[in-house]
């Protein structure tokens, strides 16, 4: 039988500067995730293992239009995903259909 296979660190997230930016301190987090007390600030520093519907969950508590896998990326720097979501729809669907006419 196959052994399960875990990574060796967890990955990389932007828990903490999320949190920051969004004017949280680790203890409201907690309170809208109604998490246990200190939970926060084991996942910020990495001493307890933050899966994706974690993120998700944590994403929704922090507000606004945030997705789990944007806890993956600094605040600061946004992804291209990110940066599409904040235009208005018809700019979004603009952009959408050049590149697929792109990909042609």
Same mark, same amino acid.
């Given at each position: 039988?196959?052994? +399960?296979?875990e990574? =060796? +660190?967890?990955?990389? $997230?932007f828990?903490? @500067?999320h ?6 301190t680790?203890?409201?987090l ?5 998490? !246990?007390p200190m939970?926060? !600030?084991?996942?910020?520093?990495y001493e307890?293992?933050?899966?994706m519907?974690? &993120?998700a969950?944590?994403?929704e508590?922090?507000?606004?239009? &945030? @997705?789990? @896998?944007?806890?993956? $990326? $600094?605040?600061d ?6 940066? &599409?979501? =904040? ?8 952009v959408?259909?050049?590149?697929k006419?792109l990909q =042609?």
């Amino acid at each position: 039988m196959p052994r +399960k296979t875990e990574p =060796k +660190k967890p990955f990389v $997230h932007f828990i903490a @500067e999320h949190r920051m930016k969004a004017g949280l301190t680790q203890k409201k987090l907690e309170e809208r995730l109604g998490a !246990s007390p200190m939970t926060v !600030s084991r996942w910020e520093t990495y001493e307890v293992r933050v899966d994706m519907p974690t &993120l998700a969950a944590i994403a929704e508590a922090l507000g606004g239009d &945030l @997705e789990a @896998e944007d806890l993956l $990326h $600094h605040p600061d720097r946004p992804t291209p995903n990110q940066l &599409l979501r =904040k235009l208005p729809k018809d700019d979004q669907d603009f952009v959408l259909r050049t590149i697929k006419g792109l990909q =042609k």
